[in-house]
């Protein structure tokens, strides 16, 4: 009994471990999505960044516009300093600006996209 009471005392932290892994550390909830302006579209959605999770460096084909509810983070935008952003602050990326957002305590954001209708909402940047 005490082997296996051992054996379970090893595994089970594993497989905990692993199932965390496996979980997204960034959920995008898109709440609205319209064909507006002419040529684009605008979609709004709530945004989850796990804590110490980056969602990796990518652009936007047109402008993206947020607005931080929860926790903080770490914005880098190419070519301008590092921002620290906490809850209360907003934010805006220029189109097709590599950017990367860096989470600290975990950070639940509203995001608005206005983007050149047909085209993925983001892309990954090198």
């Known amino acids: 009994m005490m082997k296996v009471l ?9 497989i905990v471990v ?4 496996q979980q997204p550390a960034i959920k995008r909830t898109v709440l609205r999505s319209i064909d507006y302006p002419a040529g684009y579209t605008t979609v709004t959605a ?3 960044i796990a804590p110490g999770a980056c969602a990796g460096r990518h652009t ?10 929860q926790g903080d983070f770490v914005l880098k935008i190419e070519g301008k300093p590092e921002q620290t952003l906490k809850a209360g602050d907003s ?7 590599p950017h990367d957002a860096c989470s600290v305590s975990g950070n639940k ?3 608005t996209f206005v983007i050149e209708k ?9």
Request: glycine share 6%; aromatic share 6%.
């Open 109 to 111: 954001l509203i995001d």
């Open 6 to 14: 051992a054996i379970a005392c090893v595994t089970m932290p594993a």
């Open 18 to 21: 692993s199932a965390i892994a």
């Open 60 to 69: 936007h084909p047109g402008i993206d516009s947020g607005y931080v509810i």
């Open 46 to 48: 709530f945004i989850e």
């Open 118 to 126: 047909g085209k993925p909402l983001a892309s990954p940047a090198p």
């Open 91 to 97: 934010y805006e990326t220029s189109p097709q600006t």
